[in-house]
């Protein structure tokens, strides 16, 4: 066949009709070509593939289907997963404690413990010290601080050393480390879902507030010029004025989604300069 019997063939009209069996009156009728059927056909498989991935993408009928992993499944991954990687982590870190007092036990000195980004075991290097790091480093250590920590659960003073460790806000995994040249005047963590965050130091609420882009903000006025911001909070537990103690609950952490895991941001500033808080804190 030539083309044009083809494309004859193809737009060749059709009537379709309907009509009553008892009087063959015509009722209804409509003219079709065998191109028009097709693209019917096509048009139809296209809104059905539509309705299909909608129901699928956007309602929890895959939960229904056994054996089938749906959003509650996908949800209970995330949080296992965040839950392996903290234990794996905290399961390091003891891991390296009992090995420091053993050599301690058989009277070896052990190693310098160096910088608290190496002691988590991740990669990168830790900011650049400034000099008002010193000066705050020195002031934690001196008898009547303002930051020392009654309760040595908490906080411990290591002698020999001008060392001084906060009480970490959460337990998590740091996502984005302190680099103020990029914007970041802190750290970001990944938490496991719905944990507190608690506070790092006594202190009061200075700020309990909501943004767009940050969320929920609550920051801490602590004692020497020192401030802790814990931003992207889900909710705040503490207002403006209220005082807190160390390790008290001040916000709460959001829950994992399918496509996301809660993040909260932690600054610390000191006279007005944002501190790296790794320095201070081991998370």
């Known amino acids: 066949m030539k083309l ?55 309602t929890p009928i895959l939960d229904l289907i056994p054996g089938y992993p749906g959003s509650k499944s996908r949800k ?7 839950k392996l990687d903290s234990l794996s982590a905290e399961v390091g870190r003891w891991e390296e404690y009992h090995a420091r007092f053993a050599r301690i036990l058989d009277g070896q000195v052990p190693a310098a413990e160096g910088d608290t980004l190496h002691r988590q075991g991740l990669r990168g290097s830790v900011a650049p010290r400034i000099p008002l790091d010193s000066v705050l480093r020195g002031q934690m250590t001196d008898d009547g601080s303002p930051y020392r920590l009654s309760d040595g659960t908490i906080g411990r003073m290591r002698s020999g050393r001008s060392t001084f460790e906060m009480l970490s806000p959460v337990k998590g995994v740091i996502s984005k480390t302190f680099s103020p040249q990029t914007g970041m005047f802190g750290v970001e963590i990944a938490p496991t879902p719905n944990q507190v965050v608690l506070a790092v130091l006594d202190g009061t609420v200075m700020l309990e507030s909501w943004n767009p882009e940050l ?69």
Do not use: C
């Not at 004859?8 to 309907?18: A, I, M, Q, T």
């Not at 009087?23 to 097709?38: D, L």
């Not at 916000?251 to 809660?262: L, R």
């Open 76 to 82: 209970a991954l995330i949080a296992s997963i965040m």
């Open 215 to 283: 969320g929920n903000i609550v920051a801490i006025q602590h004692g020497g010029n020192m401030v802790s911001i814990y931003k992207q909070v889900a909710k705040a537990l503490k207002g403006t004025g209220e005082h807190v103690r160390a390790g008290e609950p001040v916000a709460m952490t959001g829950q994992a989604t399918d496509s996301k895991i809660p993040h909260i941001t932690f600054e610390l500033w000191y006279n007005g300069t944002a501190m790296d808080p790794e320095n201070y804190i081991v998370f």
């Open 4 to 58: 044009k019997e083809i494309v004859g063939y193809l737009r060749e009209r059709n009537k379709l009709s309907l009509r009553n069996v008892r009087t063959g009156q015509e009722i209804w009728h409509i003219f079709v070509s065998r191109t028009s059927m097709v693209l019917a056909v096509v048009a139809l498989v296209l809104i059905l593939f539509a309705v299909a991935l909608t129901t699928v993408a956007y």
